[in-house]
């Protein structure tokens, strides 16, 4: 099911009109996302699906964590999330195969409920030392001199080069 910008705008609207018209009932930490397991499970799969690699459970569970979190600001975030993740749940992502919760995935890339997904895994999965380690990256070398004097120009993960053309 596709998310209309028309929706989300209602939605966002919505929340801030009744925060606004009623102070002390909602406040930005009064609906919490993620507290139950199927959720849990929806929003690992879907960070796989859209980020597959081998990387440890525990990687992705902190990801949906940092999700979790940026779902949870303010209400109108908790909102547009949670009609995300009814959304997927209506559309039978649970039960889907890779493929087709790709295809699916594909299909909602403009809402701002993947955008929220897609942001945050970026700029948590990507900066996890744990991550680093497992693709060889050694984090950052200014502390260390920088990179010149540190293996510059070591290219062992590829093959020699063919110089056959001089």
Same mark, same amino acid.
């Given at each position: ?10 939605? =966002? ?5 009744? #925060?606004?018209? &009623?102070?002390?009932?909602?406040? !930005? ?5 993620? *507290? @139950? %397991?199927? =959720? /849990? ?5 879907? &960070? /796989? =699906? ?6 440890? @459970? ?10 979790? !979190? ?11 999330? =949670? *009609?995300?993740?009814?959304d997927l749940k209506a559309a039978?992502?649970?039960?889907? %195969?890779d493929a087709a919760a790709l ?8 809402? !701002?409920? +993947?955008?929220?997904?897609?942001g945050t895994t970026v700029t ?26 540190? #293996? +510059?120009?070591?290219? @062992? ?6 110089? @056959?053309?001089?």
């Amino acid at each position: 099911m596709r998310v209309s910008r028309r929706f989300m705008l209602f939605g =966002t609207a919505s929340a801030a009109i009744l #925060g606004a018209a &009623v102070p002390g009932k909602v406040k !930005a930490g009064s609906i919490k996302i993620g *507290s @139950d %397991d199927d =959720t /849990k499970a929806r929003l690992m799969k879907m &960070v /796989k =699906t859209a980020f597959p690699h081998d990387f440890p @459970d525990v990687c992705y569970a902190r990801t949906c964590d940092a999700i979790f !979190a940026g779902a949870n600001k303010n209400a109108a975030s908790a909102i547009m999330f =949670t *009609s995300g993740m009814n959304d997927l749940k209506a559309a039978g992502f649970d039960d889907m %195969d890779d493929a087709a919760a790709l295809a699916h995935l594909e299909s909602i890339e403009g809402s !701002a409920f +993947f955008q929220l997904m897609r942001g945050t895994t970026v700029t948590t999965l990507y900066n996890d030392h744990e991550v680093w380690g497992i693709l060889g990256y050694e984090g950052a070398s200014f502390d260390k001199g920088g990179y010149i004097d540190r #293996g +510059f120009n070591d290219l @062992d993960w590829l093959p020699d080069p063919r110089i @056959d053309y001089l």
